[in-house]
């Protein structure tokens, strides 16, 4: 046995009581295709019997690889980053490997400071999901030969393989749905922060819907001092005060979260949603605060884009001849009608 008195049994310690060498144990654990049926039936005993339980991080380092997979998420409290975790840690699972989470609470240095964890952990690939350009730290990544795939984020490149959901789409569903509700004074309400790629995309979608209503559709965009409850409920409380004839009767915010503080204040100050003013979100973020009416906003799915990164990235780990060729699949995102814009009485009714 092991050379100290309690202690854990080794590697070693098996294949002297399978009677067998150490090579055939390490490929009964991690190759037992090559291995003969009696054999690795012998050396399962014996781990049984001596109660053996394999160190990942020696086998990995052994191996020149790892059993992990890191994912990066720019927010999670956002639902949408939940879902995307769960399809890519169930693809991993069937091929036995471990999904290790981290979210970045909206700050870019915090995530460049989870991107060089894991690379010094060494993971078999990343799935990073940004909201601006982080080129730099993918670069450091492949240098080690790293897989990266991104997530909600394009790159505008053909050399990395990516999964979006198509934001501008989102922000011209949105703007859409409003305008056929009958509301022809919109507003925008979003942080302003054009280097936030969803944000400037989404935007871009609202503004494709309002040319194409010929001038019968007003449109402004209001900056709220961040994207939290908080900051929606600040923009309440600026709109609000304007006379119901300059105010928008129709409101697209950029994420959940802060169409979720901006209907709860404007009920509390009296105004109809939707009544008076459809409002609704863009992300199908599960975890926003409650709001007095169900809130109507667009699915990403999330566990959708998950199981497709982690499949591409599993796909250019396995790659042996370096002809990976690099993908961008794009998931078409979805209305889901709920109260906040299902009741709007245009002021012509």
């Not at 295709?33 to 039936?41: L, N």
């Not at 300059?246 to 109809?272: C, H, K, W, Y």
């Amino acid at each position: 046995m092991s050379g100290e008195p309690g202690a854990p049994p080794k590697l070693r310690d098996v294949a002297r009581h399978a009677g067998v060498s150490m090579g055939t144990v390490s490929h009964v654990l991690n190759h037992p295709d090559k291995v003969s049926d009696k054999t690795r039936a012998r050396v399962r005993a014996s781990i049984e019997a001596l109660g053996f339980v394999r160190d990942a991080n020696a086998s990995s380092l052994a191996a020149g690889g790892s059993r992990s997979i890191g994912l990066v998420v720019i927010d999670l409290s956002n639902s949408m980053f939940v879902d995307v975790a769960l399809g890519a840690q169930a693809t991993a699972r069937t091929q036995g490997l471990n999904l290790l989470l981290a979210g970045s609470q909206d700050d870019f240095a915090l995530q460049a400071a989870n991107v060089d964890f894991f690379d010094e952990a060494r993971v078999s690939g990343l799935l990073l999901a940004p909201m601006r350009d982080s080129s730099e730290q993918i670069r450091k990544l492949r240098k080690r030969g790293c897989p990266v795939v991104l997530i909600n984020y394009d790159s505008g490149t053909d050399d990395v393989c990516s999964v979006v959901v198509d934001n501008e789409q989102v922000g011209y569903l949105a703007a859409r749905h409003l305008i056929e509700q009958g509301c022809d004074r919109l507003m925008f309400v979003s942080n302003g922060d054009a280097s936030l790629q969803p944000v400037a995309l989404r935007r871009e979608g609202l503004r494709r819907a309002i040319r194409e209503s010929a001038g019968r559709v007003r449109f402004e965009e209001v900056h709220a001092p961040d994207l939290t409850e908080a900051g929606g409920v600040e923009v309440a409380r600026r709109v609000v005060g304007r006379g119901p004839d300059t105010r928008p009767n129709g409101v697209v915010a950029v994420t959940d979260t802060l169409a979720s503080g901006f209907i709860t204040e404007m009920v509390a100050q009296g105004i109809d949603v939707p009544g008076e003013m459809a409002v609704m979100g863009c992300d199908h973020n599960t975890t926003a605060a409650s709001t007095p009416v169900t809130l109507t906003t667009v699915a990403m799915h999330g566990e959708r884009m998950g199981t497709a990164a982690m499949t591409m990235l599993l796909e250019e780990i396995g790659d042996k001849t370096g002809t990976h060729l690099h993908q961008r699949i794009v998931v078409e995102p979805a209305l889901v009608r709920r109260g906040s814009t299902a009741a709007h009485r245009p002021a012509s009714a």
